[in-house]
């Protein structure tokens, strides 16, 4: 773990407890030594010296760390699939570096999806921690009608095989399960295709696509 998320990072004094404190626990931090805090709003560490360790722990800041700013402009349209399947591979494309996962209902996503947001903003603070990224990936919610005709680009095997590099404003298109309908592959005509024979489950086709723009 490169840091701890909390919220409050930069006051002059906190307190943890819950799973902030298991972490301090799980480290075997001892009062005197510093721990590196952040709260993934800035591109800064803080750190504090740990005064107490008692049923809380009790920590004044330190000094402060300027960090270099990471630049996360990629995106990529992600058609809603089973809602776990979304949490088991949110923390893949945030430590890729995807910049913002647009997510949308296509005609053959599942209807009765609930997104938690909340959940999701947890998840991404775990991977963060992990991978020492310092703002998560940003994860936003639009209707299928939003999207451009011109410039959104569906991953589709009647797509041409070739290599994803997309202009600023194109936008690569993942569909769901079922893949996409009739009515959608007729309506987005750039179409592009993975140089693969089998056939990917949503989440691996998605993070596929990602490692391959980004990395």
């Known amino acids: 773990m490169q840091f701890l998320y909390y919220e ?3 006051a002059k004094n906190i307190e943890l407890d819950g799973e ?11 009062a005197g030594e510093l721990l590196r805090v952040q709260n993934l709003r800035e591109f800064r560490a803080y750190f504090y010296e740990i005064c107490e360790l008692g049923r809380k722990a009790k920590l004044q800041l330190s000094h402060i760390k300027e960090l270099n700013e990471q630049e996360y402009k990629s995106k990529i349209i992600w058609a809603i699939c089973d809602e776990s399947v979304i949490w088991r591979t949110l923390p893949a494309l945030n430590e890729l570096g995807l910049g913002e996962l647009i997510l949308v209902y296509s005609e053959f996503s599942q209807g009765n999806v609930r997104l938690d947001f909340a959940r999701f903003w947890r998840i991404l603070a775990n991977s963060c921690e992990q991978c020492g990224r310092a703002k998560p990936l940003k994860i936003s919610l639009k209707n299928i009608n939003e999207l451009s005709d011109e410039n959104t680009i569906l991953l589709d095997f009647d797509g041409k095989i070739k290599d994803f590099k997309f202009s600023e404003n194109e936008v690569l298109f993942i569909g769901p399960e079922g893949g996409f309908s ?7 005509k750039k179409k592009i295709a993975l140089n693969n024979s089998l056939i990917l489950r949503s989440n691996t086709a998605i993070i596929a696509c990602a490692a391959k723009i980004l990395i």
């Open 8 to 10: 409050n990072a930069g």
């Open 20 to 30: 902030a404190f298991k972490h301090i626990k799980a480290q075997r931090k001892r």
């Open 182 to 188: 009739k009515a959608e592959r007729q309506r987005f």
